[in-house]
């Protein structure tokens, strides 16, 4: 599962590599909230297309998808962030592998 292999790149080496040889995402000056609500704008017009009402059934149902998805990568996110501590707390100590 793609899931797995997120946690087998998170080590210091793979993010090295990654600094030194991957490339890196497009460079995006806007805010966070900029970079939420320009999709999600673009989103609503595309439904009123379909479905004028406020209480849309798919914008409900869009919104259900996207809060978890972003709650399943944060759940993903504070993992790799620990195991990436962990592992620098291992190297700081003197027990280097790999």
Known sequence: MYIDKIFERATI??????LLFGIGPDE???????????P???????????????TSELLDLSNEVTSEVA????EIGMQVGMKLMMEMMKNANG????
């Open 71 to 74: 709650s399943v990568y944060m």
């Open 28 to 38: 995006d000056n806007r805010s966070y909230e900029e970079r939420l609500e320009e």
């Open 13 to 18: 080496k793979g993010i090295a590599d990654y």
């Open 40 to 54: 999600f704008r673009r989103f609503e017009k595309a439904v009123e297309k379909y479905d004028k009402s406020p």
């Open 95 to 98: 027990n280097r592998t790999g």
